[in-house]
């Protein structure tokens, strides 16, 4: 696959469900790092390296890729500590996008049993001016 076809794929992906905005930067952090090395595809590369680019912590970055990886758009495998970094792999292929199918009228959050609530509200507040000229007669 092309880059642009990674992002359209993405975006189609993001269209069915919710993918968060942390989910999104490591997902764009991996495409990237992808590119930059020829497509090589699988990759290693260390969670030190990807906490300290996108400013975020381990648990967080360790949480994410499962559900990047839940929600069919990478693969992964363990790194092993001080010893090898963890394998990313983009996945190219859409039928491994399962939910697509399976999930239709699921989000993805539900899917993984996460539940999230919206504040659907807005509010608006309107200010009217008004000025009232008047005339004296005198």
Do not use: H
């Amino acid at each position: 696959m092309t880059y642009i076809q990674f992002l359209n794929q993405f975006w189609a992906v993001r269209r069915k469900c919710r993918i968060s905005s942390l989910q999104a930067d490591i997902y764009f952090f991996l495409l990237k790092e992808c590119n930059e090395r020829g497509w090589e595809n699988p990759f290693e590369i260390s969670n030190r390296l990807i906490c300290a680019n996108l400013g975020i912590t381990e648990p967080s970055l360790v949480d994410a890729r499962k559900r990047l990886q839940r929600a069919g758009l990478i693969e992964f495998q363990n790194g092993k500590r001080n010893a090898q970094s963890p394998v990313y792999e983009l996945i190219s292929d859409k039928s491994n996008l399962k939910y697509l199918s399976r999930n239709r009228g699921e989000s993805l959050d539900e899917s993984l049993g996460e539940s999230i609530t919206y504040n659907n509200k807005t509010k608006i507040k309107t200010k009217i001016k008004t000025k009232i000229k008047t005339k004296n007669k005198d």
